[in-house]
Structure formats: C-alpha cells, structure tokens
C-alpha cells in the first residue's frame, strides 16, 4: 500500500504487537516511508545510540 514490502510490514507489525518503543532498520526505503508513522519509533542504529545518551 506505501511500497514498503511484505516481509519488511510484516516485521513492522511484528514490533508493534510486541509493543516495542523502537524498530531499528538500515533500510532507507523504510526509513523514509515510515518517518511520520506514529504506532512505533522507526530509526536507524546510528540515530537510536544517539537517543540514548
């Protein structure tokens, strides 16, 4: 539906049910698509360490 492919949704969605804060992912199709997704924070690594100092 946003060009995000299933396998990569599927983890998504995976996360959120898990009730997981963060989706961590190297992506930039993900990255970009997902940034104004509100259910879970979708960052890169680099941006997530960066979070918790």
Do not use: E, R, W
């Not at 990569?8 to 997902?34: Q, R």
């Amino acid at each position: 539906m946003i060009g995000i492919k299933s396998k990569d949704a599927l983890h998504i969605a995976c996360a959120i049910v898990s009730k997981c804060d963060f989706f961590l992912t190297t992506d930039d199709i993900i990255l970009k698509k997902m940034k104004n997704y509100n259910k879970i924070g979708i960052l890169n690594p680099i941006n997530f360490i960066q979070i918790l100092k």
